[in-house]
């Protein structure tokens, strides 16, 4: 029981792995003790049984089924338009005109049915434009498509929370300064494994923290 306790186990999204937990690791290592082992878990997003995996203490995602904990808003979705700032200045002409004009331009997406994530559809509808477009490249995760962004591949959306390492190295930049806001959030629970578990608790609240004082931004 006692080496129980000094272990932390964290399941989610590559997404989430790579561009929350990583970038803010130590930070995460220092609040949950030096005497903790952190295990990451994680797979492609539509794997539900990675967000109930039964060997987990802490599980991150948009949607939860089964037991589990009281659920901990992570982070609101809130999304804009980026692509790297080659393909930004090429497309000057077009990005800086009426959106309908758009339909010249390559979109990044991620498939469709990725269980709460806004696409490009949703962006276009919350200006009360019907598309015409070409179909999107498609990437299974997010990772993947902020990376094709980032080549010059296309224009992606880009959440709020995800995508400040890319904008502060340059990579990317936003296009407009008009967010998108849904519904949707990122959730995070103890499991029935950690919901005893101090380190479970102290990580789910260290996450919260990261992004409380996040402006809601609105379009």
């Known amino acids: 029981m006692t080496q129980a306790q000094r272990s932390l186990t964290i399941a989610c999204s ?7 937990i990583m970038p803010h690791y130590n930070q995460l290592r220092r609040r ?3 005497n903790v082992t952190i295990n990451v878990l994680t797979s492609n997003y539509e794997s539900q049984s990675m967000v109930n995996e039964p060997n987990a203490d802490v599980a991150i995602g948009y949607k939860f089924n089964g037991p589990g904990g009281k659920l901990q808003k992570i982070l609101h979705e809130n999304v804009i338009p980026v ?4 393909y930004i200045l090429q ?12 339909s010249q331009l390559r979109f990044l997406d991620l498939p469709q049915g990725t269980l709460g994530w806004a696409t490009w559809s ?4 919350n200006h009360n434009i019907t598309p015409n477009i070409a179909p999107a490249d498609t990437f299974s995760n997010f990772v993947y498509l902020l990376e094709a962004a980032s080549s010059g591949a296309g224009i992606a959306l880009g959440w709020q929370g995800f995508i400040e ?12 300064d008009q967010w998108y806001s849904t519904n949707n959030c990122l959730w995070g629970r103890c499991t029935q494994q950690g919901h005893n578990k101090r380190s479970a608790q102290d990580c789910l609240a260290f996450l919260t923290e990261l992004f409380e004082n996040a402006p809601m931004r609105q379009n």
């Open 14 to 20: 590559y997404s989430v792995s790579h561009l929350i």
């Open 32 to 34: 949950v003790g030096e």
């Open 83 to 86: 692509a790297s700032p080659e």
């Open 91 to 102: 497309h000057k002409d077009i990005l800086e005109g009426p959106i309908e004009g758009w």
């Open 122 to 125: 949703d962006w276009f509808s």
């Open 165 to 176: 390492r890319y904008l502060k190295i340059g990579s990317i930049q936003t296009i407009g």
